[in-house]
């Protein structure tokens, strides 16, 4: 079995909010973020940090699973991160 090609992630940028978003290189991604090159919601919000991560099979995946993240309310957005910080 191949490892997954793409991955899902939240951020916390510096004023709290949250971020969803998908890649495939999640280092090199974290890094265009807090260069100001990546999304710009985050490039008024510097630094941002990557605090949840998960694997998808393939990018429709990734895509479904960011949708249905950010349709999620913030509390719960919170008590994933923070269930993931716990295992």
């Known amino acids: 079995m191949t490892a997954p090609s793409w991955f899902v992630y ?6 709290g909010t949250l971020y ?14 807090n260069a100001g ?3 710009r919601y985050t490039r008024a919000r ?6 949840h991560i998960e694997s998808a099979p393939d990018r429709a995946a990734a ?3 960011e949708a249905a993240l950010k349709k999620r309310p913030r ?8 269930a993931a910080c716990n295992k």
Do not use: F, N, Q, Y
């Open 10 to 15: 939240l951020l916390r940028c510096a004023d």
């Open 20 to 33: 969803a978003g998908v890649t495939t290189d999640p280092d090199r991604r974290l890094a265009e973020h």
């Open 37 to 39: 090159t990546g999304a």
């Open 46 to 51: 510097l630094p941002v940090e990557m605090v």
């Open 63 to 65: 895509c479904r699973r």
């Open 75 to 82: 509390a719960a957005k919170l008590a994933l991160i923070s």
